[in-house]
């Protein structure tokens, strides 16, 4: 009996796994993308195209990691990732495929890497993110002013987070692996609190745990959407300063994929006008695409001065930063 029930579990356990793979003709998307931001999307590409796609949702770096680990054993057909970091250490490792001219056309330079096996989905900016009632906005002009002593104990960040990786990364291409390293000790000296994301720094600021944050841009802009009293308020550092890196989401399709018929049309249905309103309008992200023309677009160009210049491919060293942020003691 004792054996009967063990091979039983067995069994058993087996189903369970079998019934939790994707069908084989299913399109997988491994997603660094939050599943609150991008699932309807999502949805409206398999009523349009009547192609299944299932989603594995988690951290932009862990994912990056996995892939690296699976090799050409991966499920994956895509990579959707929160940052061009992320993507370019995945194509480093030769795993992405390459992408037709016609499709790179439609994005500029800026916003693809120059192998052309990636291309960003949508922008966003970094920002400082600051308290509307306790907060003195003008005080803060350069990233490196919060490590002053007037800040102990008032500023968040997500250390955790791909896109506060992805900032570290661009400040060692700006400035160098010793000036990166400095701040980021100058600010967990300065005792700047830890929280997972953007979303979670937002909320200490209203609730009057800290008074300044280390955000994306729109995680405020959705917060206001829905709560127009919500009491924060954001600003940019002074041009070219790297606290106003602007990065990309974007999106890659796997070597090892057997669909990159139908994961193509994914990437194309993601560079469409209808996707890139839902970016901006839905998610609050900056367009990529030539096609729109609008107000996002003429915001997105005056970003570009305020950013500093940052080759996105420069952005693929991320062992080299996860190193460093745990030499620091903040991984």
């Not at 491994?30 to 349009?48: C, N, T």
């Not at 104990?153 to 692996?177: E, L």
């Not at 080299?320 to 003691?329: D, K, M, N």
Request: avoid cysteine.
């Amino acid at each position: 009996m004792k054996y009967y029930l063990i091979g039983l579990a067995v069994v058993i356990a087996g189903l369970i796994w079998f019934l939790s793979m994707p069908a084989s003709d299913d399109l997988v998307v491994y997603s660094g993308r939050s599943k609150a931001l991008v699932d309807p999307l999502i949805r409206d590409f398999e009523e349009l195209t009547g192609i299944t796609v299932n989603v594995r949702y988690g951290g932009t770096t862990q994912l990056a990691v996995a892939l690296m680990e699976e090799g050409d054993r991966s499920p994956a057909d895509l990579f959707w990732s929160q940052d061009a970091g992320a993507l370019g250490a995945v194509e480093k490792e030769n795993l992405l495929a390459g992408l037709p001219d016609e499709l790179l056309s439609t994005v500029p330079e800026r916003f693809r890497n120059s192998s052309g096996t990636w291309v960003a989905t949508s922008g966003r900016a970094r920002v400082l993110a600051y308290s509307t009632t306790r907060a003195d906005a003008d005080s803060v002009n350069e990233l490196s002013d919060l490590a002053r002593p007037e800040f102990s104990g008032r500023v968040g960040w997500a250390p955790s987070n791909g896109s506060f990786q992805a900032f570290v990364t661009a400040m060692q291409v700006v400035h160098g692996d010793e000036h990166t390293r400095d701040w980021l000790l100058a600010m967990k000296n300065n005792n700047t609190r830890i929280y997972n994301n953007n979303t979670g720094i937002l909320q200490a600021i209203a609730a009057g745990e800290i008074d300044y944050g280390i955000t994306n841009h729109y995680y405020l802009l959705r917060a206001l959407n829905e709560d127009p009293d919500f009491p924060v308020a954001q600003k940019f550092f002074e041009p070219g300063d790297v606290g106003n890196l602007i990065n990309v989401a974007g999106i890659g399709i796997l070597n090892a994929s057997s669909q990159k018929e139908d994961a193509l049309r994914f990437v194309e249905f993601l560079l469409s006008q209808d996707a890139q309103d839902w970016f901006t309008g839905e998610v609050f992200e900056y367009p990529v695409t030539s096609a729109d023309t609008g107000e996002a677009q003429q915001q997105l160009e005056q970003l570009l001065e305020m950013s500093p210049d940052v080759n996105l491919d420069a952005l693929s060293d991320l062992e080299s930063t996860l190193q460093l942020l745990r030499e620091v003691g903040l991984l």
